[in-house]
């Protein structure tokens, strides 16, 4: 069983940057796409961004195209989000999930292995 932890959620002002990682460990390392969620209270979980473990594709929802980005070590096993110019409404907890097939979806049901979360304040 793939084991998932994020880390690096925090509290920051807009206009500020943060960066949350996710580590993947254990089970059988059959991952093709990895991929960052958001909740927001009284919100549905939302796509961000996915990558696939290789790197050479990524997608953005968007509303974070232009100022997040997604990156992966491949060797660490570890996907990283740089959120820049974050708005009040990045406010949520993130999620990272991975999936053993491409292509990179946007549903949450499409992945099978979540991460605990971190929360991301963005203060006005």
């Known amino acids: 069983q793939v084991q998932l932890i994020e880390s690096g959620g925090g509290l920051v002002q807009a206009g500020g940057s943060l960066r949350v990682s996710c580590a993947a460990s254990?089970?059988?390392?059959?991952?093709?796409?990895m991929g960052w969620f958001r909740q927001a209270p009284g919100k549905e979980r939302e796509f961000v961004a996915g990558?696939?473990?290789?790197?050479?594709?990524?997608f953005y929802a968007d509303s974070v195209k232009g100022r997040f980005t997604i990156s992966g070590d491949n060797i660490k096993k570890t996907v990283y989000l740089q959120m820049n110019s974050l708005k009040p409404e990045d406010t949520a907890v993130y999620y990272c999930?991975?999936?053993?097939?491409?292509?990179?979806?946007?549903?949450?049901?499409?992945?099978?292995?979540w991460g605990q979360g971190t929360q991301v304040t963005v203060s006005s």
């Open positions: 999930a991975v999936r053993s097939v491409l292509p990179i979806s946007t549903i949450p049901d499409d992945y099978g292995n």
């Open positions: 254990g089970g059988a390392f059959n991952l093709n796409t």
């Open positions: 990558i696939s473990w290789n790197g050479d594709r990524t």
